[in-house]
């Protein structure tokens, strides 16, 4: 997994349970907490997240009431890759089928 898709499925995870710890969100993606922390200080530049002190209680939040918007392809975009479909191999077919079931509604 690459770094930008970790942080992201990060976001997800603390949009969903509003507040994990380090140690949780590091055996979720198989690495250290350092690398968390570092990801998370990142993301704090961009996202409403706090770090909760505490052995027990502690760990990291976002803040009420923020929630990732769902991506989605615009009409147009849409419109687009189904016009691709005939153009494309069998092999780039599967990959553009799978980014068209993963971002239209």
């Known amino acids: ?3 930008a898709e970790r942080r992201e499925a990060e976001m997800e ?3 969903r349970k509003k507040q ?3 140690r949780e969100l590091a055996q979720e993606f198989g690495v250290s907490r350092e ?3 570092k ?3 990142d993301l704090m530049c961009s996202y409403p997240i706090e770090t909760v002190r505490g052995r027990y209680g502690g760990g990291v939040k976002i803040l009420p009431g923020f929630s990732i918007q769902p991506k989605t392809l615009n009409r147009e975009q849409v419109a687009f890759l189904e016009g691709m ?3 494309v ?7 553009l089928s799978s980014i068209l079931d993963q971002f239209t509604p």
Not at 89 to 95: I, K, Y
């Open 20 to 22: 994990v710890t380090y």
């Open 85 to 87: 479909r005939s153009r």
């Open 89 to 95: 191999t069998s092999d780039e077919l599967e990959v």
């Open 39 to 41: 990801d998370i200080l």
């Open 13 to 15: 995870i603390l949009c």
């Open 35 to 37: 690398t968390i922390r």
């Open 1 to 3: 997994m690459k770094l």
